[in-house]
T-cell receptor, first 109, second 114 residues
């Protein structure tokens, strides 16, 4: 079966750095997405990786290793507004997105 | 309209009733999707449409039906609601269903079936 694993919850301090990991086993691979979802709101797109390596976008970076079935999202200079759930999703061989359950990130002052 | 809209925002429904959730996008996206989101689970695909006039089944299609008469609208119908269909429903769209295309989400409909 297809599976996306990510930690259920993480806690970090304002101003610090946090890394959220995602491992996947899917039938085929056509890219990996990270979304942010604030409580009670819709998911919003953060990043996309299809080749191995690091993609940097401001305070957020995303890394992919296809051989290891592994990705991480790195958030720097954490702000209170970064408190949200972070969703990892992989496009499979049918171009359907398979979603992880999400990682709830709690930021403490 | 800007982006994707969904209606209603929330609804409480008696079991056995029929309900249609509406979704409209103004981005001229070809592909549209319906997901449900339940606590502790990832988003699960109910139905999708790669282009107007075509639809397909996702991971959890039972009890739901969709239609795609035009590019902008993608309604989801529960023919006879059951309590297990209590969930938050998100509609999404993307330019195409291809690899690089990002899905954009509507604000969601919170549905409670009693």
């Amino acid at each position: 079966g297809q599976n996306i694993d990510q930690p259920t919850e993480m806690t970090a301090t304002e101003g610090a750095i946090v890394q959220i990991n995602c491992t996947y086993q899917t039938s085929g691979f056509n890219g990996l997405f990270w979304y942010q979802q604030h409580a009670g709101e819709a998911p919003t797109f953060l990043s996309y990786n299809v080749l191995d390596g690091l993609e940097e976008k401001g305070r957020f970076s995303s890394f992919l290793s296809r051989s290891k079935g592994y990705s991480y999202l790195l958030l720097k200079e954490l702000q209170m507004k970064d408190s949200a759930s972070y969703l990892c999703a992989v496009k499979d061989s049918n171009y359907q997105l398979i979603w992880g359950a999400g990682t709830k990130l709690i930021i403490k002052p | 309209i800007a982006g994707i809209t969904q209606a209603p925002t929330s609804q409480i429904l008696a079991a056995g009733r029929r309900m249609t959730l509406r979704c409209t996008q103004d981005m001229r996206h070809n592909a549209m999707y319906w997901y449900r989101q339940d606590l502790g689970l990832g988003l699960r695909l109910i139905h999708y449409s790669n282009t107007a006039g075509t639809t397909g089944k996702g991971e959890v299609p039972d009890g739901y039906s969709v239609s795609r008469a035009n590019t902008d609208d993608f309604p989801l119908t529960l023919a006879s609601a059951v309590p297990s269909q209590t969930s938050v429903y998100f509609c999404a769209s993307s330019g195409t269903s291809g690899g690089t295309d990002t899905q954009y989400f509507g604000p969601g409909t919170r549905l409670t079936v009693l």
